[in-house]
């Protein structure tokens, strides 16, 4: 691919990170060389000082410098900054090409732990892939995104991680005028189900196999060691994402566009646009703007994974085997034992949410039962689950919570069963506590809080709520007084029905 160059200020004076570019290295007909544009006046909003210790920042910098190279404004030493390609179904309709048109990849460092993660810029200007966008981000989105891949590694769910935030001192024109920022995203890799597919559709298998290699390589070394290593690869990245959807399930994720191009092979979440959490519980919720059928409703979340998984198979029959007929054969009995993966990935979440180490042929009932509870009396689904903690030997915070049932039977019938269930757990009642408060979150990211953060940035440069609320979902899972506010569910008035891209 031909390379394209844009004027950024001169190379900072020493290394940030000691980048270690492998796909720009290995994989050089797979993306277009494009430098970040300069913007007016950054300005950093928040620098993600642990995270950049974990990635090898090999000394503290100044902020004027710091927001010159997560603007976009300075390369640091050793950048190879690049676009990369990638097609993608979005809501079911094939686009032939994509790839990143506001998203430039600065390169790649060996983490502390001996990780390979990606730096990206979100924002950092067009690219060739922008089909005439302007590959700037608003100051909303980035804030979202920065608050719910935080949450979500605080959590304990694999998502791309939260670097830095910048003011670029410029408007971007969407509904209105808005303030511009630019994000910087980490990831163990930004390739997704869409960049097979950018290839295969153009029928380059050779690609195809670079880049099913790169992957293994990056992400599944163990797959080269296999009779099939292409369908070991396949099935590496199905379990990944079953166990990725059953986490997201457990804490009430929606990701609202779970289009192949927002599905990464490494199983990690990706993407943060009109994403949300539930308040009250309902199966069939959508909360994304652009999703007026409700193809990626909270309950459709696996179904939909399996269709991506499916579209990445067709990418690598080729691969599986030189016989097309037992290829298809291989990749459809994979793709057909998806659902069965999930469910006991979800089913496992769910025990563990109840308190539940061991497994009874029962318990897909009884977590059902109590789903249906919290969805005919209207229940806040984080707040249902984490009362169900404290009401497990407080008589009187029971009868508080019984007390929001309209059906007081159908309650204390559930609660009668899931009594005696645990009774029969081997382990101590201390343990079962303990399992129920880590996987029961007192905290998430509530739609209306992260929306009066957006608004008080945008109306009026103010962060402190930021600031707050990024303290606040850093230990989700331990209550403290001084976070009350974001462990209550929205009152009338303050709920968030809709969410949007940000693009």
């Given at each position: 691919?031909?390379?394209?160059?844009?004027?950024?200020?001169?190379?900072?004076?020493?290394?940030?990170?000691?980048?270690?570019?492998?796909?720009?290295?290995?994989?050089t007909d797979m993306y277009?060389?494009?430098?970040?544009?300069?913007?007016?006046?950054?300005?950093?909003?928040?620098?993600?000082?642990?995270?950049?210790?974990?990635?090898?920042?090999?000394?503290?910098?100044?902020?004027?410098?710091?927001?010159?190279?997560?603007?976009?404004?300075?390369?640091?030493?050793?950048?190879?900054?690049?676009?990369?390609?990638?097609?993608?179904?979005?809501?079911?309709?094939?686009?032939?090409?994509?790839?990143?048109?506001?998203?430039?990849?600065?390169?790649?460092?060996?983490?502390?732990?001996?990780?390979?993660?990606?730096?990206?810029?979100?924002?950092?200007?067009?690219?060739?892939?922008?089909?005439?966008?302007?590959?700037?981000?608003?100051?909303?989105?980035?804030?979202?995104?920065?608050?719910?891949?935080?949450?979500?590694?605080?959590?304990?769910?694999?998502?791309?991680?939260?670097?830095?935030?910048?003011?670029?001192?410029?408007?971007?024109?969407?509904?209105?005028?808005?303030?511009?920022?630019?994000?910087?995203?980490?990831?163990?890799?930004?390739?997704?189900?869409?960049?097979?597919?950018?290839?295969?559709?153009?029928?380059?298998?050779?690609?195809?196999?670079?880049?099913?290699?790169?992957?293994?390589?990056?992400?599944?070394?163990?797959?080269?060691?296999?009779?099939?290593?292409?369908?070991?690869?396949?099935?590496?990245?199905?379990?990944?994402?079953?166990?990725?959807?059953?986490?997201?399930?457990?804490?009430?994720?929606?990701?609202?566009?779970?289009?192949?191009?927002?599905?990464?092979?490494?199983?990690?979440?990706?993407?943060?646009?009109?994403?949300?959490?539930?308040?009250?519980?309902?199966?069939?919720?959508?909360?994304?703007?652009?999703?007026?059928?409700?193809?990626?409703?909270?309950?459709?979340?696996?179904?939909?994974?399996?269709?991506?998984?499916?579209?990445?198979?067709?990418?690598?029959?080729?691969?599986?085997?030189?016989?097309?007929?037992?290829?298809?054969?291989?990749?459809?009995?994979?793709?057909?034992?998806?659902?069965?993966?999930?469910?006991?990935?979800?089913?496992?979440?769910?025990?563990?949410?109840?308190?539940?180490?061991?497994?009874?042929?029962?318990?897909?009932?009884?977590?059902?039962?109590?789903?249906?509870?919290?969805?005919?009396?209207?229940?806040?689904?984080?707040?249902?689950?984490?009362?169900?903690?404290?009401?497990?030997?407080?008589?009187?915070?029971?009868?508080?919570?019984?007390?929001?049932?309209?059906?007081?039977?159908?309650?204390?019938?559930?609660?009668?069963?899931?009594?005696?269930?645990?009774?029969?757990e081997p382990q101590s009642?201390?343990?079962?506590?303990?399992?129920?408060?880590?996987?029961?979150?007192?905290?998430?990211?509530?739609?209306?809080?992260?929306?009066?953060?957006?608004?008080?940035?945008?109306?009026?440069?103010?962060?402190?709520?930021?600031?707050?609320?990024?303290?606040?979902?850093?230990?989700?899972?331990?209550?403290?007084?001084?976070?009350?506010?974001?462990?209550?569910?929205?009152e009338a008035g303050e709920?968030?029905?809709?969410?949007?891209?940000?693009?």
């Amino acid at each position: 691919m031909a390379a394209q160059s844009k004027t950024v200020e001169e190379n900072t004076a020493r290394a940030l990170f000691s980048f270690d570019n492998s796909y720009a290295r290995d994989l050089t007909d797979m993306y277009l060389r494009v430098n970040p544009t300069p913007v007016a006046a950054p300005r950093l909003i928040v620098f993600n000082t642990k995270l950049a210790g974990d990635l090898g920042l090999e000394e503290a910098a100044p902020e004027k410098d710091l927001a010159a190279i997560f603007s976009g404004n300075a390369l640091p030493s050793g950048a190879e900054p690049l676009a990369m390609a990638y097609a993608g179904h979005q809501f079911g309709h094939f686009v032939p090409q994509l790839g990143d048109g506001r998203a430039i990849l600065l390169g790649e460092v060996i983490d502390r732990h001996g990780a390979r993660r990606d730096i990206q810029l979100k924002g950092g200007g067009p690219t060739p892939f922008s089909r005439r966008g302007d590959g700037r981000a608003a100051l909303g989105p980035v804030l979202r995104e920065y608050i719910v891949s935080e949450a979500m590694h605080a959590l304990g769910i694999p998502a791309t991680r939260a670097l830095a935030a910048v003011l670029t001192g410029e408007r971007v024109q969407r509904e209105t005028g808005k303030p511009g920022a630019v994000f910087t995203r980490v990831a163990a890799s930004h390739i997704r189900v869409g960049t097979f597919q950018f290839f295969a559709a153009r029928g380059d298998t050779g690609s195809v196999k670079r880049l099913a290699d790169h992957a293994i390589d990056r992400h599944y070394p163990e797959a080269k060691q296999a009779e099939r290593p292409y369908a070991a690869f396949l099935d590496a990245v199905m379990e990944r994402q079953a166990r990725l959807i059953a986490q997201w399930m457990g804490v009430g994720f929606i990701h609202g566009v779970m289009n192949t191009d927002n599905m990464t092979i490494s199983g990690e979440t990706i993407d943060f646009g009109p994403c949300a959490f539930l308040d009250n519980y309902h199966p069939n919720k959508v909360f994304s703007s652009i999703d007026e059928y409700g193809r990626y409703a909270y309950s459709n979340q696996s179904v939909i994974a399996q269709w991506n998984l499916a579209r990445l198979a067709e990418t690598l029959l080729p691969l599986l085997d030189a016989d097309e007929v037992k290829a298809l054969d291989l990749a459809n009995e994979m793709i057909g034992a998806f659902p069965g993966r999930f469910e006991r990935h979800w089913l496992d979440a769910m025990r563990r949410k109840l308190g539940l180490l061991s497994a009874e042929e029962g318990d897909e009932a009884l977590v059902k039962v109590w789903l249906a509870l919290l969805l005919d009396n209207n229940m806040d689904f984080t707040i249902a689950f984490r009362r169900l903690v404290s009401s497990r030997k407080r008589m009187e915070e029971r009868d508080s919570f019984r007390s929001l049932f309209t059906d007081i039977a159908a309650f204390d019938g559930w609660i009668s069963g899931w009594q005696a269930r645990l009774a029969r757990e081997p382990q101590s009642a201390e343990a079962r506590a303990l399992l129920m408060r880590q996987s029961n979150p007192a905290r998430i990211p509530r739609n209306h809080r992260v929306e009066e953060v957006i608004r008080a940035a945008e109306d009026a440069g103010d962060f402190v709520p930021f600031h707050e609320m990024l303290a606040a979902i850093a230990q989700p899972y331990v209550s403290k007084a001084e976070f009350a506010k974001y462990e209550l569910a929205p009152e009338a008035g303050e709920e968030v029905t809709r969410t949007f891209c940000g693009t």
